[in-house]
């Protein structure tokens, strides 16, 4: 039986780990070519060379233009067309009290975070109106788009306007048939969670659990299958949208979970407090 992404291809930057390796390989999965695009040119390489024929590596660093257009060439050039892109790349960001902030870390983490999104969005849109079948442009977001203390200032505000431009393009593109949508992971377990922890796997997949009213740690696998769907034709009908795989952890006031004498799972203040040195 033919995958739900059969003969499509994807390009899918920060892609050497974490989200983006587990959304290359479910994308395989079912049935997509997928060119691998990061920095982490060894992991990357690694990961394709897993994925047989169905992927390529390209060393793109997305906080520049022309290395996001690249992915797509690539994409045209090595499997004959181009469906999809993932704006998946990020990381932590600049730290810090407002009051002291420094602006070079604020841009920098805007250019991974944000630029990054706009890159990918306007180079995609461009080669899939000029394909003229439709397509989907998809980005990482965040629980951090949805509110604050999550992560830090840069962070999140970065990710408060993913989910402005996915809405604003959305409507735009949606006479092409090429449809705009963001997902909103809660506390996954990756390297970048790992490190912001400073802990390993096991103890990362406790905390993302104890984060969870559904006591679950959410691994790169549950976020891939909301790409998944939202590459497929499955979701033909819906674009502009921020699908959240959290486990529940936005889905109650933040005072109700501190009244739950069983349930135990942070609160946004509790992941402040996890995440203030970030
Ligand atoms: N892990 C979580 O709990 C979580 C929660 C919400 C959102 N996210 C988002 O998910 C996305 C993926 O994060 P992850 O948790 O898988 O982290 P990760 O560190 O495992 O993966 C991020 C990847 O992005 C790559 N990258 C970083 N800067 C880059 C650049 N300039 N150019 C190209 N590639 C670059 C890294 O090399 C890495 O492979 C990020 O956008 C992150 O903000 C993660």
Do not use: C
């Given at each position: 039986m033919a995958g739900r992404l059969h003969d499509k291809v994807a390009v899918i930057t920060?892609?050497?780990?974490g989200i983006g390796a587990a959304t290359a390989r479910a994308f395989v999965d079912e049935g997509a070519r997928v060119?691998?695009?990061?920095?982490?040119d060894e992991r990357g390489e690694t990961l394709a060379a897993s994925l047989g024929g169905a992927a390529r590596y390209l060393h793109a660093d997305v906080t520049r233009e022309t290395e996001v257009a690249a992915t797509i060439a690539m994409a045209q050039q090595s499997f004959g067309s181009f469906d999809c892109i993932v704006n998946n790349a990020g990381l932590i960001g600049g730290a810090g009290s407002i009051a002291t902030m420094d602006a070079a870390h604020w841009h920098a983490t805007m250019a991974t975070l944000l630029d990054s999104a706009f890159f990918g969005t306007k180079h995609a849109a461009a080669a899939l109106i000029a394909r003229g079948v439709g397509g989907s442009i998809l980005t990482t977001a965040s629980i951090a788009s949805l509110q604050g203390?999550?992560?830090?200032h840069p962070y999140t505000t970065a990710k408060h306007a993913i989910v402005g431009l996915t809405r604003s393009v959305a409507s735009e593109l949606a006479p092409h048939r090429i449809r705009v949508n963001a997902v909103a992971p809660g506390f996954v377990v990756t390297p970048l969670s790992m490190g912001s922890l400073g802990a390993d796997a096991d103890e990362t997949a406790q905390r993302s659990a104890a984060a969870s009213p559904m006591r679950l740690p959410t691994f790169p696998e549950e976020i891939a299958r909301a790409f998944v769907y939202l590459a497929?034709?499955?979701?033909?009908?819906?674009?502009?949208q921020l699908i959240t795989v959290d486990?529940?952890?936005?889905?109650?006031?933040?005072?109700?979970r501190y009244h739950d004498g069983v349930s135990r799972f942070l609160g946004p203040a509790e992941l402040a407090e996890r995440f203030r040195s970030l």
């Open positions: 920060g892609a050497a780990g060119i691998v695009a990061d920095v982490q203390g999550l992560g830090a497929s034709d499955d979701a033909r009908q819906v674009t502009g486990a529940g952890a936005t889905a109650a006031p933040s005072v109700s």
